[in-house]
């Protein structure tokens, strides 16, 4: 067990936000940090790949870190066109994206998730990329996609 701490600040357009104060202070303008000892981190992902790292989340092997790492990517790759489309206000892109491209990979990772066992991605253990992969499709906004996926519903 880990013991944290878990500060947020209200998001900049609130009244109340402490952002313009603490921007300046953080390495790259930018949230999340994690300090850890006397070290501070940024960027989420290299923050998530540290503490999985730290707790038996990332693969026993560098072979299955690589692995862990494929599915993560995968999921990043979906989440940062997604949010694109979004922002760039693309409805038919975002359309597209839901019925094709999140579709496709779906059935790429199903495939994956089957090659290895069908119960976890790497090494017949739980790592960080099943959990990941759990949150983007438990994020999904139609869950009935996951109606072809048996394997990934399952995660």
């Given at each position: 067990?880990?013991?944290?701490?878990?500060?947020?600040i209200?998001?900049?357009?609130?009244?109340?936000?402490?952002?313009?104060?603490?921007?300046?202070?953080?390495?790259?303008?930018?949230?999340?940090?994690l300090?850890?000892?006397?070290?501070?981190?940024?960027?989420?992902?290299a923050?998530?790949?540290?503490?999985?790292?730290?707790?038996?989340?990332?693969?026993?092997?560098?072979m299955?870190?690589?692995?862990?790492?494929e599915?993560?990517?995968?999921?990043?790759?979906?989440?940062?066109?997604?949010?694109?489309?979004?922002?760039?206000?693309?409805?038919?892109?975002?359309?597209?994206?839901?019925?094709?491209?999140?579709?496709?990979?779906?059935?790429?990772?199903?495939?994956?998730?089957?090659?290895?066992?069908?119960?976890?991605?790497?090494?017949?253990?739980?790592?960080w990329?099943d959990?990941?992969?759990?949150?983007?499709?438990?994020?999904l906004?139609d869950?009935?996609?996951?109606?072809?996926?048996?394997?990934?519903?399952?995660?």
């Amino acid at each position: 067990s880990i013991k944290y701490e878990d500060d947020r600040i209200p998001p900049p357009w609130d009244a109340a936000t402490t952002w313009p104060t603490l921007k300046p202070t953080t390495p790259f303008g930018q949230l999340p940090l994690l300090k850890w000892d006397d070290e501070v981190l940024c960027q989420s992902m290299a923050c998530a790949r540290f503490i999985a790292r730290e707790v038996g989340l990332a693969g026993n092997t560098n072979m299955e870190s690589a692995q862990v790492d494929e599915i993560i990517d995968v999921i990043q790759d979906l989440i940062n066109a997604g949010v694109k489309l979004f922002f760039a206000k693309d409805e038919a892109g975002m359309k597209k994206h839901a019925e094709v491209t999140v579709q496709t990979a779906l059935g790429q990772l199903e495939k994956k998730l089957v090659s290895r066992g069908g119960q976890f991605f790497v090494g017949n253990n739980f790592t960080w990329a099943d959990l990941h992969t759990y949150m983007y499709v438990n994020d999904l906004p139609d869950k009935s996609v996951l109606g072809g996926f048996p394997k990934l519903a399952n995660l």
